[in-house]
């Protein structure tokens, strides 16, 4: 049954099984700028039209990003201070601290990361594709990304667990499998002042002081040292705060993310053979491939803006201090940008999917690492296998934050 206006329902559990594609298209066609009362707190608008995306986010004045830009929850100055991030902030401030890293994730400096990102991916395979039956989450998409990351901050390789597993507890806090403290419990209260309100962002915290201590002292080529060493023309260096709240940010935005671009390309695969088929006969399509799979995996499903004055769009008054939520997963599947966007088609052309943001300031940082990872993890996949398919039903993380799977049996043969 199609869905109308007033079953418009966007909670954790509305992602737990699938995405709600027909609720986002009633609200493109009927409501673009939607009201949404929520029952955890304040409510908020809905913009889901692709166009409506992109201008919003371009409009950093109007759509500020200061009192947060992941949460939903309507922040006390206090929090907004503490768990102030690169993300969490506008021009001038945001450029400042995006120069500190941008260097490191340029495409060409991106690209001389190719023959690393070879050599761990045949790692990882060589490990999993043996076994016949794994989980692929497990095995290979959570492998690849984290490996990448704790190369590029300099901490120790022998970490990555443990980083994936703060990174699941808080990103995934929403959902019971996955161990995190639920951010509307009465517990995490203590942890208000940390990001997602969580007893591992503190865990986080406390591991990037450890390593900054290290490199503090014997600084190396890496991005710790980077912003541990670093200094204005004015000799002002970062505080503890930005340390910790940019360290956080690069291991759960690095992470988590590009996993389920990896997962959600690997399912797609799977359910269209003749793609498959396709990029063996012709790896030169596998760029507009990767490009596909980053608007089909849509892993970010929304980011936050509030209001700084009031604004008028599609005839709908916001109001200064209301909170503007992106629908980015409907952006990427509005039929006013994209034909028949519930087709897979590895040829899409043009693509210019919102997965990493566009137009605006924050535009995804590790865009560019992001989709090396996934055409390289492809590339190096593919050749190796005969056939592929689930071995059992790919289980969803249940958020309405992150569009993403904790576990997808997989089976396969040589080829
Ligand atoms: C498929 C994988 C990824 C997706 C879908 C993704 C998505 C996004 C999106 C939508 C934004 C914009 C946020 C906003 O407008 O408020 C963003 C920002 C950001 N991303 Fe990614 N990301 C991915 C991979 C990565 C990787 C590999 C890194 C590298 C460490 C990274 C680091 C960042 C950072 C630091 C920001 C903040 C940029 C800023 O505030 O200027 N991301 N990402």
């Known amino acids: 049954m199609t869905p109308t206006l007033s079953d418009v329902y966007l909670d954790n559990d509305a992602f737990a099984e699938r995405v709600p594609h027909e609720t986002f298209a009633v609200m493109r066609d009927e409501a673009p700028v939607h009201w949404y009362d929520w029952e955890h707190g304040k409510g908020f608008w809905c913009i889901t039209r692709y166009d409506d995306i992109v201008a919003v986010m371009k409009d950093w004045r109007t759509f500020s990003s200061e009192t947060g830009a992941t949460a939903l929850e309507d922040l006390d100055p206090d929090q907004i201070e503490a768990r102030k991030s690169m993300l969490d902030t506008d021009p001038p401030k945001h450029s400042s601290l995006r120069a500190i890293v941008n260097k490191g994730f340029t495409p060409r400096a991106v690209a001389a990361y190719e023959d690393l990102l070879r050599e761990l991916t045949r790692a990882i395979l060589d490990e999993a594709l043996p076994m016949g039956e794994f989980d692929f989450i497990e095995e290979v998409a959570k492998q690849l990304p984290i490996q990448v990351l704790c190369r590029i901050l300099g901490v120790p390789l022998e970490d990555d667990e443990q ?94 993310t590009t996993r389920q671009s990896i997962a959600h390309g690997m399912k797609a695969l799977i359910d269209h053979p003749d793609a498959i088929r396709r990029l063996r006969d012709q790896p030169e399509l596998m760029p507009t491939a990767v490009e596909e799979i980053m608007r089909w995996s849509s892993p970010v499903i929304h980011f936050r803006r509030t209001a700084t004055s009031d604004v008028e769009l599609h005839g709908t008054r916001i109001a200064a201090g209301d909170k503007v939520v992106l629908w980015l997963i409907s952006g990427n599947y509005d039929e006013r940008q994209f034909p028949e966007p519930l087709r897979f088609d590895i040829e899409r052309r043009p693509n210019n999917h919102v997965t990493f943001g566009r137009g605006g300031p924050h535009f995804c940082l590790g865009a560019h690492l992001a989709k090396l990872e996934t055409k390289v993890l492809f590339e190096e996949l593919l050749p190796r296998l005969g056939s592929m398919e689930l071995a059992g039903p790919a289980r969803r993380v249940e958020s309405k934050c992150t569009n993403a799977y904790k576990s997808m049996p997989m089976r396969v043969t040589g080829p």
């Open 163 to 256: 980083l994936i597993a703060w990174g699941d507890k808080m990103i995934g806090n929403t959902d019971p499998d996955l161990g995190g403290l639920h951010p509307a419990s009465p517990e995490s209260a203590e942890y208000r002042l940390y990001p997602f309100r969580s007893p591992y962002a503190m865990e986080v915290f406390r591991y990037g002081h450890r390593i900054a201590a290290v490199r503090r002292d014997a600084p190396k080529d890496d991005l710790v040292s980077k912003l541990v060493t670093w200094e204005d023309e004015d000799g002002t260096r970062l505080t503890e705060q930005e340390f910790d709240t940019m360290f956080l940010l690069l291991v759960v935005a690095g992470n988590e």
